[in-house]
Every structure is written in C-alpha cells, then in structure tokens.
C-alpha cells in the first residue's frame, strides 16, 4: 500500500502532508503525556519487529503478495500515539533508504497506514472491549479493527489515486474497488494475525496491552486485562 | 536479565527471523498497489534515488545473504531509532 512517487497530484501530496502534520502534532504531544519509561523499549522492539515483519510478502488472490502492517497492534500495545509514531519512523526509513513509498506521498503514506492504519483498530477494540467486556471483545475487536483498518486505509489510498486526475487516469469508484476487493483479504490476514499476537500476549505478557491506560476520558471506565 | 532487556532481546531474535523468513522463503513481492497501478498504465515518477532500492545492494541483486544482512542491520536502525524517538518524547515531558 505504499504509494510511491508520480502516483499522486501534488494539491493531494499537499493536503495529505498537512493532514498528517495535525496528528503528528498531537500524537507527539500526547505520546509525551503517556509513554512510560517501560513502555520505550517496547516501543523501540514493536517499531523494529513490524519493519522486519514487513520484508515477509505472503501470497493472496489475484497473483499478488501482502504483508503485516502492524498498525492494529501497535496501537493496543502502545496506543495510538506512540503507534503513529512507530509507524512514522518505518515508513520513514523504508522512503529513504529503500524507496518503499515516495518522499512527495509520504504524508498520504502515513495518513493511510499510520493514521486510518493505527486509530481506526484502536476506537473499534475499544468499543467492543467496552461492549463485551472480557477476553473474546478485545480478541473479536482486535480482528475487526485490523480488517476494517486496512480495508479503510486501502479506501483512502483509492480516494487518493482516484483525485488525483493529472498523475492517475481512472476515477474514484474504479481506484477504490480495486484497492479495496485486493485489501479485504489482507486485511482478513491481519485480523487473524492480530487476533492471535494479543491472544498469546494476554496470556504471555498482559501487561503489555496498553488499550484501556490510553483510552480516551469520553469513553468512560474500560475494564483492565487483568480483571477480564 | 531485567523484563526490558528480556524483551529486547526476544523481539531482536523474532524480527531476525521475520528478515530470514522474509528474504528465503517469502521474498517475492507484488504489490497490490503497483498492480493495479500498471493495470491502469500509470508509472512511477521517483524524487529520490534511494540506497538500497527494493531491499537490495546495487550489484549484489538476489543475492540472499546480502540481503538478509540489509534486513538485519536497518532492524537494528529501526530499533534505534525508535528507542531515541521514545527517549526525546520522555525527555521532553
């Protein structure tokens, strides 16, 4: 999902940027409130883990490959904050240093993968950890999140492309159903994923899931891992 | 062994095996996006020649232990990069 270079319009390029620079800005400010000394080394391990992750391409329907994009369990480990900033510094390196994704689409890169990728299974998990209320509504969450998470950050990369007449032929309705039919199925991959990685951290190292420290005040109480 | 280093320790070893994995086994990358994208007929237009283009050392293309090397070495950046990252934020609180 990584746009690179001459896919999209320079206004998109530019609206896109400025899009991630307002949650760059909060995610830095509210990353500052909430990270813990513990949580630095999980971060900087989770960060390292999912650009290794991403070297893995596994093969799905119609003759192409996917690979984990990490944002649904970064943002339940660590929260969405820190997990836009984790996902920052990967996109990042893989611009510059390998050319994944371009420099003029990387602030569409990030709203795609690090913004829609991180906070949309972040608020699903939390609602359905704060309807269900045990185990089985983070697990049922964490799926949901990761699928619905991908499936909508394809979508935004569909909106992208599609807007963008000059650099990108099609319209919208054709660049979204492509990109979403092909990301339904990576993302189904990473629910499954997801779902099992926070099945075996519960039991493993419960600690670790960070949702319900994070949560937003207008959520009200969420019920801890350790009371679940 | 304190919890942290335990945990760095065991996320380097799996993120080691993610990059061997990655570069043996499951290497072959087509991407969705450059899929459609060619479907489509549009091109890429770079602003930027990166290093290491597509994960492999100039001249040392398909080479797997080459590979395996770059994957390991920018786990290790990433690592660092991120625990500076986390370092500043917690700095700046």
Request: proline share 5%; aromatic share 10%.
């Given at each position: 999902m990584h746009i690179p270079d001459g896919f999209l319009?320079?206004?998109i390029c530019v609206i896109m940027y400025l899009a991630a620079l307002v949650f760059w800005a909060f995610a830095f400010r509210r990353a500052k409130q909430v990270l813990s000394d513990r949580q630095i080394p999980l971060m900087a391990t989770l960060t390292a883990m999912f650009f290794a992750a991403q070297m893995m391409n596994y093969p799905i329907v119609g003759g192409t490959t996917a690979h984990l994009l990490g944002g649904p369990i970064l943002a339940i480990t660590l929260g969405?904050?820190?997990?836009?900033?984790?996902?920052?510094?990967?996109?990042?390196?893989?611009?510059?240093?390998f050319g994944d994704g371009g420099i003029t689409t990387f602030g569409a890169n990030v709203w795609n993968m690090g913004i829609v990728g991180v906070f949309i299974p972040y608020l699903i998990c939390l609602f359905a950890m704060k309807t269900m209320k045990n185990r089985n509504g983070m697990l049922i969450g964490a799926f949901l999140g990761a699928l619905v998470g991908?499936?909508?950050?394809?979508?935004?990369?569909?909106?992208?492309?599609?807007?963008?007449?000059?650099?990108?032929?099609?319209?919208?309705?054709?660049?979204?159903?492509?990109?979403?039919?092909?990301?339904f199925f990576i993302g189904v991959g990473e629910g499954i994923l997801t779902a099992i990685i926070i099945s075996v951290l519960w039991k493993t190292r419960p600690d670790l899931l960070q949702l319900p420290k994070v949560a937003p005040?207008?959520?009200?109480?969420?019920p801890t891992t350790s009371l679940m | 062994?304190?919890?942290?280093?335990?945990?760095?320790?065991v996320g380097i070893t799996i993120s080691i095996i993610f990059v061997v994995i990655g570069c043996i086994w499951l290497s072959l990358s087509v991407e969705t996006l450059d899929e459609v994208a060619e479907h489509f007929g549009s091109s890429e237009s770079p602003v930027w020649t990166p290093p290491i283009p597509d994960y492999e050392i100039p001249g040392l293309e398909g080479n797997v232990a080459a590979n395996i090397f770059i994957g390991i070495v920018f786990t290790l950046v990433t690592l660092g990069v991120a625990f500076a990252a986390g370092k500043v934020l917690k700095a700046k609180k």
């Amino acid at each position: 999902m990584h746009i690179p270079d001459g896919f999209l319009d320079l206004s998109i390029c530019v609206i896109m940027y400025l899009a991630a620079l307002v949650f760059w800005a909060f995610a830095f400010r509210r990353a500052k409130q909430v990270l813990s000394d513990r949580q630095i080394p999980l971060m900087a391990t989770l960060t390292a883990m999912f650009f290794a992750a991403q070297m893995m391409n596994y093969p799905i329907v119609g003759g192409t490959t996917a690979h984990l994009l990490g944002g649904p369990i970064l943002a339940i480990t660590l929260g969405p904050y820190s997990g836009l900033i984790s996902t920052t510094i990967i996109l990042l390196i893989q611009a510059l240093f390998f050319g994944d994704g371009g420099i003029t689409t990387f602030g569409a890169n990030v709203w795609n993968m690090g913004i829609v990728g991180v906070f949309i299974p972040y608020l699903i998990c939390l609602f359905a950890m704060k309807t269900m209320k045990n185990r089985n509504g983070m697990l049922i969450g964490a799926f949901l999140g990761a699928l619905v998470g991908d499936l909508l950050a394809a979508i935004f990369a569909g909106l992208e492309l599609g807007l963008s007449t000059l650099s990108f032929p099609y319209s919208v309705p054709i660049a979204v159903t492509a990109m979403a039919i092909h990301h339904f199925f990576i993302g189904v991959g990473e629910g499954i994923l997801t779902a099992i990685i926070i099945s075996v951290l519960w039991k493993t190292r419960p600690d670790l899931l960070q949702l319900p420290k994070v949560a937003p005040t207008w959520m009200g109480e969420l019920p801890t891992t350790s009371l679940m | 062994m304190n919890r942290s280093k335990k945990l760095l320790a065991v996320g380097i070893t799996i993120s080691i095996i993610f990059v061997v994995i990655g570069c043996i086994w499951l290497s072959l990358s087509v991407e969705t996006l450059d899929e459609v994208a060619e479907h489509f007929g549009s091109s890429e237009s770079p602003v930027w020649t990166p290093p290491i283009p597509d994960y492999e050392i100039p001249g040392l293309e398909g080479n797997v232990a080459a590979n395996i090397f770059i994957g390991i070495v920018f786990t290790l950046v990433t690592l660092g990069v991120a625990f500076a990252a986390g370092k500043v934020l917690k700095a700046k609180k």
